[in-house]
């Protein structure tokens, strides 16, 4: 229970449901004061005293499960390596990957528990596929891509069916406090939403080159971790484009430490390259490919052999990034089926 409407109103209707159900609280910060507070936090004191609240409403026992260490180890930890090395990660799927179903999942199963529910806006079948919220615009199963079909089984998502508007209205009825509480929309352990700053601090100033196609320096940066693929805004460029357009972020070089810049077309792949794969389906699919938290869906065919897999775009796709998830869905009436996920290591035009 993080303190939302989503997990609250999720408990209870797990309760509804018959279930025998227990509240958790995770305490994911080492030091609560440095994440994010008020109604834009996921895991601070406030978020705990809104989930112990709802917890009572509901009629159910409440625990806090501190998990820091393992949160700053597998999501905080691996963030900051990420982007030392030139990838942009995601850290909520991260924390879905390592900390809510592996961690908070190992010590339920060993306690006795069946499974763990969560408020995320997903459908489950009882044959455990996952699929899309008929909620599109809330709908977060990209960031449940990682879990693993033993995951799913030992998982409950009871939202999937809703719209947030109708579960926010349910909370009303229910007389959870939570119910108009604002969703969480930034990294919670960045109390002031700064990320290149929350970098800078962790890793140093290292000034380096920013360039174009054929090397030519353009300007410099304060640290090549301040940048992610397709960015345009704060480039801070020495000199204009010859044809006066925008130059987006091409590609992050940590070894020569540059950033290189160039125009909108030369963000275009064709082919996005994953490893970890998550896989379903059979080895050679077509189907429809999301390549970034909330972006579009391209259709292409994917094949995942030896660990690895190849998507090949029927469409050019633009600021793909190194470190993101490449999620597949099998278009379906019955709502999109997640086919599985890889973290995307490289692309090609």
């Known amino acids: 229970m993080s303190g939302g409407v989503d997990s609250a109103v999720a408990a209870a209707r797990a309760v509804d449901a018959g279930h025998d159900v227990t509240g958790v609280h995770l305490a994911l910060a080492r030091n609560p004061q440095a994440y994010r ?5 996921c895991c601070t004191l406030e978020d705990a005293r809104d989930a112990r609240r709802a917890a009572d409403v509901i009629g159910i026992p409440y625990y806090v499960w501190d998990l820091a260490d393992e949160f700053h180890a597998g999501v905080v930890a691996d ?6 090395a030139g990838r942009t990660p995601n850290p909520c799927l991260r924390c879905n990957e390592k900390i809510k179903f592996a961690a908070v999942l190992d010590r339920a199963l ?12 997903a459908r489950l079948e009882p044959a455990g596929r996952l ?23 030992h998982s409950l998502f009871p939202l999937g069916g809703s719209t947030k508007a109708e579960v926010r209205a349910e909370a009303a009825r229910r007389g959870l406090a939570v119910a108009e ?28 080159d920013i360039v174009d196609g054929d090397g030519t320096v353009l300007g410099r940066h304060a640290g090549a971790y301040g940048y992610t693929v397709g960015q345009r805004r704060g480039l801070r460029l020495d000199r204009p484009a010859p044809d006066g357009r925008p130059r987006y972020v091409l590609s992050i070089t940590p070894v020569s430490n540059t950033v290189t810049v160039g125009p909108a077309a030369a963000l275009d792949v064709s082919t996005v390259y994953g490893d970890r794969p998550v896989w379903t389906a059979p080895d050679a699919v077509d189907c429809e490919v999301q390549l970034r938290a909330h972006g579009p869906t391209v259709p292409a065919e994917v094949r995942v052999t030896a660990g690895a897999l190849t998507a090949r775009l029927h469409r050019p796709a633009r600021g793909v990034a190194a470190g993101q998830a490449i999620v597949a869905y099998q278009p379906d009436p019955a709502g999109d089926l997640v086919l599985g996920s890889a973290t995307i290591t490289a692309t090609a035009g």
């Open 181 to 208: 509480k604002p969703d969480s929309h930034d990294i919670c352990f960045i109390a002031d939403g700064d990320t290149q700053a929350f970098l800078r601090r962790r890793l140093g100033d290292a000034p380096g």
């Open 131 to 153: 699929r899309r919220s008929v909620d599109l615009a809330k709908d977060q199963s990209y960031v449940l891509g990682v879990l693993t079909a033993t995951q799913l089984r």
């Open 110 to 121: 060993a306690l006795g528990f069946e499974a763990v529910v969560t408020g995320h806006h």
């Open 79 to 84: 963030f900051v390596a990420e982007y030392a």
């Open 37 to 41: 507070s008020g109604a834009r936090g």
